[in-house]
């Protein structure tokens, strides 16, 4: 556990997300990783061994589209959660009949060793997390020395409309604060990251309703604010909420309501471990295999 926490997240509400967040992908998820997969042709490495975390939630679409680039990389997949892991095994189990059964490396349902992975691809999972220093700290430690990392999240001016409809009606929160690119930069590079490279973009996503636009939120996430509503609401509250995100959201020329969302890339290579000597020294066995082995390959 970091000691950096973001102070807006509620870790029992994020817990508990983890654990009821519906088993498949919202539409956004998977959008996010096509755009994601489209960045991979930049990556030259060819990775023979690569780490889905939260293969799910994240979109299986990429699950497909990463093993058909990389046949012959062996895959491992981590889900928070076993049913999410059931269901994944179950989408992408191969067909008895099929060829690719015998001949496809198969995927593992389990954490892999320290140090053995080339690459790991988190789709949509960091923003979601109560302790994301601590996150990254899991990443680095799943690559070995050379590997990379490539994720995405939401950025702060994620539906900024909403945020500021609550505010205006002196309502609590609407959402917990999201972190910025720029920070996330340098949190990658506090855990050990080097090269990290961050981008963003805003997607903005149109709805006919506002049940629609609940409806989408709901399969997105929750709000993991500290000061967010503290009691259930009733039916004239949501009632109420219909009304103004119908009377107050902006809305494209065809009139349906419009939401922003900002959406975070990153990519980061895992560093050469730099060790300081002084009188007192201790460097782990892992890190010492790496630097040597570094240092033979130089020449």
């Given at each position: ?69 990389y046949p012959a990389a062996k895959c491992f997949v981590v889900e928070s959660q076993t049913e999410h892991a059931h269901v994944v095994m179950k989408i992408t189990a ?181 060790v300081r000597v002084s009188a007192r020294s201790a460097v782990s066995e892992q890190d010492m295999r790496a630097m040597l082995q570094g240092a033979r390959s130089r020449?």
């Amino acid at each position: 556990m970091s000691a950096n926490r973001p102070p807006t997240v509620d870790p029992v509400a994020a817990e508990r997300w983890q654990r009821i967040a519906p088993a498949a992908a919202p539409w956004l998820h998977e959008e996010v990783a096509r755009r994601m997969l489209e960045r991979l042709q930049w990556i030259k490495l060819q990775p023979r061994a690569w780490l889905h975390w939260g293969a799910l939630r994240g979109g299986l679409q990429a699950q497909w589209a990463i093993a058909a680039a990389y046949p012959a990389a062996k895959c491992f997949v981590v889900e928070s959660q076993t049913e999410h892991a059931h269901v994944v095994m179950k989408i992408t189990a191969i067909p008895w009949w099929n060829p690719r059964r015998w001949l496809a490396p198969a995927v593992v349902f389990q954490a892999p060793q320290a140090a053995s992975m080339d690459m790991l691809w988190a789709n949509m999972a960091l923003h979601e997390s109560a302790d994301p220093q601590a996150l990254l700290v899991q990443w680095h430690q799943a690559l070995r020395v050379g590997g990379f990392v490539m994720f995405s999240c939401l950025g702060p001016d994620s539906a900024r409309e909403l945020r500021e409809i609550y505010q205006v009606l002196g309502w609590p929160p609407a959402s917990h604060q999201l972190t910025d690119m720029h920070d996330w930069g340098d949190m990658l590079v506090q855990t050990g990251f080097s090269e990290p490279v961050m981008d963003m973009e805003r997607i903005t996503l149109t709805y006919e309703t506002p049940e629609r636009l609940l409806q989408e939120l709901r399969e997105l996430g929750r709000n993991y604010h500290p000061e967010r509503f503290g009691a259930l609401r009733g039916r004239g509250w949501k009632k109420q909420l219909l009304q103004v995100l119908a009377q107050r959201l902006p809305r494209q020329a065809d009139g349906r309501l419009a939401l922003t969302f900002e959406v975070i890339y990153g990519h980061a290579l895992k560093a050469q471990p730099k060790v300081r000597v002084s009188a007192r020294s201790a460097v782990s066995e892992q890190d010492m295999r790496a630097m040597l082995q570094g240092a033979r390959s130089r020449p």
